[in-house]
């Protein structure tokens, strides 16, 4: 068991409707002892790839992007969401619909951050349904970037976002893989890595 399955062991919540909590270290306090360990496991499995940059979606994504990026000497760009804006053409653009609150966020990155030299890690803190990282894919896309690979805290691995983003070729790395949880137990069930 990593450090990342162990404190979803010790800290997370399983709620009904296949929901994990994880706000008291991933994603609301965040613990930034175990995000370094995090990036660290993350350098580790994408060693020997050039990463020019972290590319990742506001707001979770962000921290844990931050500290990952330490280990990998890059800055960090967050896709902004924004419900309504004035698309001057100095934007990459990207929809993304929330399966789980059931809304759809525009999300933006400003052309001065990403080019086709860029060689890009996408981080997030989940992957469910795989929609935000499907919409940074289509902002790496049109600025002509590499995705070299991606890297997951948790994914939800009884939903079909992993399967579809592994299918397309990307190395993704989730550092926990749930697949199945409890919520009258409590139990969770992860997928041997
Ligand atoms: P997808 O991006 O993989 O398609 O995921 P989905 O639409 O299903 O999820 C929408 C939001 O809900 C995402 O956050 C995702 O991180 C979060 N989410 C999905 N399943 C869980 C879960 O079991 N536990 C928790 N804690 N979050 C979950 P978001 O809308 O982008 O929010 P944020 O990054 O601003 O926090």
């Known amino acids: 068991m990593n450090c990342l399955e162990a404190r979803i062991v010790k800290d997370g919540i399983v709620k009904e409707g296949n929901v994990l909590k994880v706000d008291s270290f991933l ?3 965040m613990d930034p002892e175990l995000f370094n ?3 660290r496991e993350w350098k580790r499995r994408f060693e020997g ?16 992007a931050c500290i990952a990026a330490q280990h990998f000497g890059v800055p960090v760009v967050f896709a902004k969401k924004a419900k309504s804006i004035n698309l001057d053409g100095e934007m990459y653009t990207a929809e993304v619909e929330s399966f789980t ?15 086709e030299n860029d060689h890009l890690l996408l981080i997030d ?10 919409g940074l894919i289509q902002i790496a896309k049109a600025a002509g970037a590499t995705v ?27 550092l926990a893989i749930v697949e199945e949880m409890n919520w009258e137990t409590g139990e969770i069930k992860f997928r041997e890595q």
């Open 27 to 29: 994603n609301h306090q």
């Open 37 to 39: 360990e995090m990036g």
């Open 49 to 64: 790839k050039t990463i020019t940059k972290i590319l990742t979606i506001e707001a979770s994504g962000i921290g844990i």
């Open 101 to 115: 609150h059931k809304n759809k966020n525009q999300v933006i990155v400003s052309k001065k951050f990403l080019n």
């Open 125 to 134: 803190d989940f992957l469910a349904n795989g929609c935000a990282l499907q």
């Open 148 to 174: 070299e690979g991606i890297g997951i805290a948790v994914e939800k691995g009884f939903q079909a976002g992993g399967q579809i983003i592994r299918n397309l070729g990307y190395q993704l790395e989730s």
